[in-house]
Structures are given as C-alpha cells and as structure tokens.
C-alpha cells in the first residue's frame, strides 16, 4: 500500500494519502488544505482519487473537500452522524479561520462496520464518538487511522459541540485498547504512535 503523511492547514492537520498498488485507485484522507500539495502528490504517484474520507466533520479536516472533489470528481466519505457538519459547522471559530471553506455534502455516509475498499485496501469503519458524535477511525491491515479520537500521549478535545469526554473515553478503552499492540496509528494531528504504546503510557488511561 502507498501511503504518504501531508501537514496541511492552518491548525496542522495530517492528511494521508493512500494507494494501491495493483490498481492505482487511491483515497484522500482528512484534506485539511493545501490542496494543490495533494494532488500534486496524488498525480506523482500515479493514483486516481476514489475516495475523499473525512474521519469526522469539523472544518480543520474536510476544508479541502470541495476542491478536491471538483478536480478529481471523487465522493465524499463521512459517518452519518457527523454528515450535518459538511453542510452545517458546529463551531463558529473555525469557520471564521477558515473563511474561505465553501460547504459541500457528504455523498456517501457510513457506519460501525462498513468496508470502504480502495483497489486491493480494505479499510473498516470504527465508530469512536466521543470528539464528534460521528468520530471514526480506518482499520487497514496493520495500520489505523485515528482521526482526532487518539494521539499520540494525548485524545481528541471534547470541548466543542457534540463532544464528550466519558463517550471518548470509553471508545477508545472498548474499541482501539482491544485491538492488536502492534497496529501503527496513524492520528489527525502530530506524530504516528502504536496501540502498545497508548495502553502503557497515554496519561489518560490512567485517571479515568
């Protein structure tokens, strides 16, 4: 699998980037900007954009949706309960940062336990509520994408609207501490980290 980590943004989002090999079909990330960067990439590597994936709906991660989506006419991927924000922004900070964001709508919205392939990449939809009530993460072979819902030595803010810290919590503890140590994760924001290495030193864990 081709995968590529772009900091896009004004709030220094990860965008990722991924595609497959066999069959050149290639998925967008959480476009948090610089969305000539991205597809200057995309188009280096051969890919054709099947997909643009957003893991949750706040402005930081889906500011390049509509742009991308008019270049390479690919859908727009969201989990249902987060699709209200493409069109509707929660919060009025961000949108004013971000004021050249035009909204567009989700085409295609998921839910706990979907596929989304990519060529030969399967990715599975991981509910995690809890920083948006529509908060997902991509498991694909022995990576996942956490989105805003873990970082690394840290979890998402649960201080905007629809966020709540017990509903976050208790995501991560049932659905990503479960899962296998060695599997990368790859967040929203900062650098990668492992599910191993949250269960033994992510400070959250331990005051809850």
């Given at each position: 699998m081709?995968?590529?980590?772009?900091?896009?943004?004004?709030?220094?989002?990860?965008?990722?980037?991924?595609g497959?090999?066999?069959?050149?079909?290639?998925?967008?990330?959480?476009?948090?900007?610089?969305?000539?960067?991205i597809?200057?990439?995309?188009?280096?590597?051969?890919?054709?954009?099947?997909?643009?994936?957003?893991?949750?709906?706040?402005?930081?991660?889906?500011?390049g949706?509509?742009?991308?989506?008019?270049?390479?006419?690919?859908?727009?991927i969201?989990?249902?309960?987060?699709?209200?924000?493409l069109?509707?922004?929660?919060d009025p900070?961000?949108?004013?940062?971000?004021?050249?964001y035009?909204?567009?709508?989700a085409?295609?919205?998921?839910?706990e336990?979907?596929i989304?392939?990519?060529?030969?990449?399967a990715?599975?939809?991981?509910?995690?509520?809890?920083?948006?009530?529509?908060?997902?993460?991509?498991?694909?072979?022995?990576?996942?994408?956490?989105?805003?819902?873990?970082f690394s030595?840290?979890?998402?803010?649960?201080?905007?609207?629809?966020?709540?810290y017990?509903?976050?919590?208790?995501?991560?503890k049932e659905?990503?501490?479960?899962?296998?140590?060695?599997?990368k994760?790859?967040?929203?924001?900062?650098?990668?980290?492992s599910?191993?290495?949250?269960?033994?030193?992510?400070p959250?864990?331990?005051l809850?």
């Open positions: 081709f995968l590529k980590r772009l900091v896009t943004g004004v709030l220094d989002v990860n965008t990722y980037i991924i497959c090999p066999q069959t050149h079909e290639g998925a967008i990330i959480d476009p948090g900007g610089n969305e000539e960067e597809l200057d990439t995309v188009h280096d590597e051969g890919l054709s954009v099947k997909y643009i994936i957003n893991t949750h709906g706040h402005l930081d991660h889906s500011v949706n509509k742009y991308i989506k008019e270049k390479t006419g690919a859908p727009i969201i989990h249902c309960e987060d699709a209200i924000m069109i509707i922004p929660q900070l961000l949108s004013i940062m971000l004021h050249e035009s909204m567009v709508p085409d295609i919205q998921v839910n336990g979907d989304i392939e990519v060529g030969n990449i990715l599975k939809v991981i509910h995690t509520p809890g920083h948006t009530p529509g908060g997902m993460c991509l498991l694909t072979e022995n990576i996942i994408f956490t989105g805003d819902t873990l030595g840290s979890i998402g803010r649960t201080d905007l609207v629809g966020g709540s017990k509903t976050l919590i208790q995501s991560i659905k990503l501490m479960v899962l296998d140590g060695n599997l994760v790859l967040p929203g924001h900062g650098e990668s980290t599910i191993k290495h949250e269960r033994q030193s992510n959250f864990f331990n809850v």
